[in-house]
């Protein structure tokens, strides 16, 4: 039941100038910022392997580019190289405390090696700095429901719908919660509005618990 969505950096950052040094320097075959693009285009094309590879390049010329560095966390921790991952993310945060994220982006690297303290603990982190973000929301609700505590699982995904009304995974996501709890009729409603914004997963739960015509039942998993 549970659904994490790991997203590349909508938002490119400016490249740092170059030192005057490497201005001096003959140029080489493709700049920083053409690696970086690339990079993001073999991430979306789902090369996450090759999207490593140029955003390496990038940091062999700009080695202190935040961004880059959690771009290529991102990609490392979809070839599930989790550590590879954290490791980039620990130098991205070393340089900007306050990148978020980078500190959401660990979180789930360490919810995926199944840390969900140390998980708890960055998303925490990312609130503290950004009350805004959805997504924070729904990926501390998956820790908390890893770590059994439902009732606030189910309080983040309802601020990660507060603030994006049309999230379906945070739907999809709080319908476990729910079920868990007792709340069967919760849980179908989220699962069938998940379904309406296009969730095909929901579909089973609604099959499964939630009878034929998607109308709540009291029946137990046990």
Not at 13 to 39: C, D, I, V, Y
Not at 185 to 213: F, R, T
Request: glycine share 6%.
């Amino acid at each position: 039941m549970k659904t994490i969505l790991l997203l590349i950096i909508s938002v490119l950052f400016a490249l740092p100038a170059f030192s005057q040094k490497a201005a001096t320097q003959p140029a080489p075959q493709k700049t920083a910022l053409q690696h970086f693009n690339a990079g993001n285009q073999k991430f979306k094309s789902g090369k996450y392997t090759e999207a490593i590879k140029e955003y390496s390049e990038v940091l062999k010329q700009e080695p202190e580019h935040i961004v880059t560095m959690t771009n290529r966390g991102i990609a490392r921790d979809r070839i599930l190289d989790y550590r590879g991952a954290i490791a980039d993310f620990d130098k991205a945060l070393a340089l900007d405390p306050k990148h978020v994220e980078a500190w959401v982006s660990r979180g789930l690297s360490k919810y995926n090696l199944q840390d969900y303290k140390g998980a708890l603990i960055d998303f925490n982190t990312a609130v503290s700095i950004d009350q805004l973000q959805a997504r924070t929301y729904n990926n501390r609700g998956l820790v908390r429901y890893a770590l059994k505590d439902y009732r606030s699982s189910i309080i983040d995904y309802g601020r990660a719908i507060t603030l994006q009304p049309d999230y379906a995974e945070a739907y999809y996501n709080r319908g476990a919660p729910r079920f868990t709890s007792g709340d069967v009729s919760g849980a179908c409603e989220d699962w069938i509005k998940a379904k309406k914004l296009g969730v095909k997963e929901a579909e089973q739960y609604l099959k499964q618990y939630c009878g034929q015509n998607s109308t709540a039942t009291t029946k137990s998993t046990k």
